[in-house]
């Protein structure tokens, strides 16, 4: 599999005005890049919460186009009159899945997600985070510039027909897509529904055999 590094390069710009024409200077010509990266990690553990040996699976992870969308709106107002955002989602869900494919910004979903629980509604694809996310501050007096999110699965979740072999996984946020991530929207959890689903954040990696003798934690850390 590869391994991809996002990056997001800052452009500063001065507009300036000589006489009735309008000028403009370049002033970092895209020089100045600020990384964003995602880090997936995935391991084993047992009724002792040890790390499994061998079982861990993790390395970078592709920022999808979706995701690439979703970050400028989110830090931009869409009306001050009244106050209104670009994006209200936060991130919320992990789903994970048995397909393959390159990891690349034009994923839009999961190959074969599966199911990690039967819900009142059906099997459920998105398991929700833990909140909140540890933002690795150095200290309590420091400003972490690091969002890592955790789910850990049970003994009998995932594996719920068997032995399950994980190929892929996706970070999503809590807003419908379908409804164009509107405020007070719900995106679906349900596996049914998962085709609809696409990610912000997407990793392929080796097979990872779920089984019900171990427990498994999915990390996901988003690093600017």
């Known amino acids: 599999m590869h ?8 452009k500063d710009r001065v507009i300036f005005f000589l006489g009735r024409r309008l000028g403009e ?28 040996p061998g079982s861990r699976r993790e390395g970078k992870n592709v920022c999808t186009q979706t995701g690439r969308e979703w970050l400028p709106r989110l830090m931009s107002f869409a009306s001050y009159s009244p106050e209104t955002y670009g994006r209200e989602d936060r991130m919320r869900y992990i789903g994970l899945g048995t397909g393959v494919q390159e990891e690349v910004a034009g994923v839009s979903g999961l190959i074969t997600p599966v199911a990690w629980r039967v819900g009142a509604q059906g099997d459920e694809f998105l398991a929700q985070v833990d909140a909140p996310p540890y933002y690795g501050q150095a200290s309590s007096t420091s ?3 690091t969002a890592r999110y955790l789910k850990s699965f049970a003994k009998d979740e995932i594996s719920l027909t068997g032995t399950v072999s994980l190929t892929e996984a996706g970070l999503f946020t809590n807003l419908n897509p379908l409804e164009n991530y509107a405020p007070g929207s719900h995106r679906s959890v349900l596996l049914a529904d998962a085709p609809d689903q696409p990610p912000m954040f997407y990793k392929a990696f080796e097979p990872y055999l779920k089984t019900t003798r171990a427990g498994v934690v999915v990390g ?5």
């Open 220 to 224: 996901w850390e988003i690093r600017y």
């Open 143 to 145: 400003i972490g510039t």
């Open 3 to 10: 391994n991809f590094q996002d990056v997001v390069r800052i």
């Open 25 to 52: 200077y370049l002033l970092s010509n895209w020089s100045h890049p600020l990384p964003l990266v995602g880090y997936f990690s995935m391991y084993g553990v047992d009724d002792y919460h040890r790390v499994i």
